[in-house]
């Protein structure tokens, strides 16, 4: 059996007619900058989040920049967030020459662990920045409520999550604005590279679609330095018609899930699967489990056809590029321990009760072994 990681090409045969055909208007109508399916998406994605702007970008890594130069982050401004997650969320802050400062996780959820934020809170300390890592919100409430006390501002790296909740509010409402992303793997993915932001604020949204227009809302006359951050309007028709039928492809996730964890819990009760908050939904981007021995597990997996991956296997403060902040192996002990153990299963709506029962059988046999 040869099973696919991802399975892109099972969905687009699924809508194949209805998003060629969304694509062929695109070109037919040589719109392909800001045409009609921008607003088009927009509006749908506030219908189906219930925020009330919506503002599409080219990736989700540009809509946290972007959020952050709506927020008005300057050289040296500190941000709070978490050293294990996808590089783009501290590569971000660095990029604007402010400075990420990391908060260890909590070792269920793999979350910013809000009860050792506050101290690293300074002066220099403007925003943090939650991620919702493999689909599942981090404690909104507590990281709300330390925010506010400390008058900060709170963006939700919501790259992998868009569509689930926290206490029944869409991930996208959490924070002051909250940053997805449709790169073609996401939950929700495009044919390219493509993102989002959201926010409640009218302000702030104004703004955000100006400066993902070089700063301008009149043309030639620019009020922001801004970036080039359009969504190209091809990727926007596709999301147009995925959408519509992202409710049922959320709910299969789920159930490739609940089954991944009953198969592997009658297989082997020690290994341990993911944790989610009864808080929480989980948009299930990732499905990820704890091993040793993880390189050797992966190469028997992948010679029986099984695919897997690492996300993530070195946390952002070892990296080569943050040694100036002068962090340690050491000082983040739970992500260091996570990121040496973590390991991820094929997931996506349309891994069959076949595939989970030849991965969860193979993978409780090599374990044994």
């Known amino acids: 059996m040869q099973i696919d990681f991802a399975n892109l090409k099972i969905q687009h045969n699924l809508y ?42 080219s990736s989700g890594t540009d809509a946290l920049l972007l959020a952050m130069m709506a927020l008005d982050i300057q050289p040296d401004d500190e941000i709070i967030t978490t050293p294990f997650t996808f590089f783009a969320t501290a590569e971000t802050i660095a990029f604007l020459k402010a400075k990420p400062v990391f ?53 939700v790296d919501g790259a992998q999550s868009f569509g689930s909740t926290y206490k029944g509010i869409s991930d996208s ?34 703004k955000i679609k100006s400066l993902r227009l070089h700063g301008q809302s009149i043309r030639y006359h620019h009020q922001y330095i801004g ?20 409710e049922k492809d959320l709910k299969l996730r789920q159930e490739v899930a609940s089954k991944y964890t009953k198969a592997i819990k009658t297989k082997n009760q020690k290994l341990e699967t993911p944790f989610i908050s009864d808080k929480c939904t989980s948009a299930w981007a990732q499905y990820s489990i704890r091993v040793q021995n993880r390189t050797e ?22 990296q080569e590029c943050f040694k100036y902040l002068n962090l340690k192996e050491g000082d983040f002990p739970i992500s260091e321990k996570v990121s040496k153990e973590i390991m991820s299963l094929p997931m996506n709506p349309y891994v069959s009760d076949e595939e989970i029962e030849f991965i969860v059988e193979n993978l409780a046999k090599e374990l044994r072994c």
């Open 173 to 206: 409402n959490l924070g002051d604005i909250s940053c997805t992303s449709f790169f073609p793997a996401k939950p929700l993915g495009c044919y390219g590279d493509g993102g989002a932001l959201f926010t409640n604020d009218e302000k702030l949204a104004d």
């Open 16 to 57: 194949k007619e209805e998003i060629e055909e969304a694509i062929l208007k695109v070109a037919r109508d040589c719109n392909f900058i800001m045409g009609s399916q921008i607003d088009e998406l927009e509006r749908n994605l506030e219908k189906f989040t219930g925020s009330k702007y919506a503002i599409s970008c």
């Open 297 to 318: 597990l992966q190469t028997k997996l992948q010679n029986l056809g099984i695919p897997t991956a690492v996300h993530y296997p070195m946390p952002l403060h070892v």
């Open 227 to 246: 970036m080039g951050g359009r969504l190209d309007t091809i990727q926007a028709a596709v999301l147009n018609v995925k959408l519509k039928y992202y």
């Open 103 to 155: 908060v260890d996780i909590d070792e269920k959820t793999y979350n910013i662990d809000p009860k050792k934020i506050e101290e690293k809170i300074t002066p220099k300390t403007k925003a943090i920045i939650p991620v919702s890592l493999y689909g599942q919100p981090a404690d909104m409430d507590e990281i709300n409520q330390i925010a506010k006390k400390h008058n900060l501002k709170v963006i």
